[in-house]
C-alpha cells in the first residue's frame, strides 16, 4: 500500500495488515498499544482512567486520530537543552 507522501508513518500489525495514518482517521484499541507501543491493558487503563479520549460505538471503542494526536503532545516532556 502506498501513500502519496512516502515518509507517511505506516503501521504494521502482528496480522500483517498495513495502516496508512494519513488515510485512517480511528484507530481501535490493537491499534492504538501498537502505536504506541504498550500493551491493549494499558490502553484499556487510559480509557478507564480518562486520560485518553474516546468513542464507543455500540460494542466497540475507537479513538480518534487527532486526539490521540494530543494526548501525545499534552503529555510530552520537553529537554531543558
Known sequence: MT????CAPVLLLKNLMT??????EF??????AVLLGISRASVYRLMGRRLIPFYKLGHNIRFKKAD???YLEKNCIRSIT
Open 3 to 6: 501513500s502519496a507522501n512516502p
Open 19 to 24: 495502516i496508512d495514518l494519513n488515510t485512517i
Open 27 to 32: 484507530l481501535s484499541a490493537e491499534q492504538l
Open 68 to 70: 490521540v494526536l494530543d
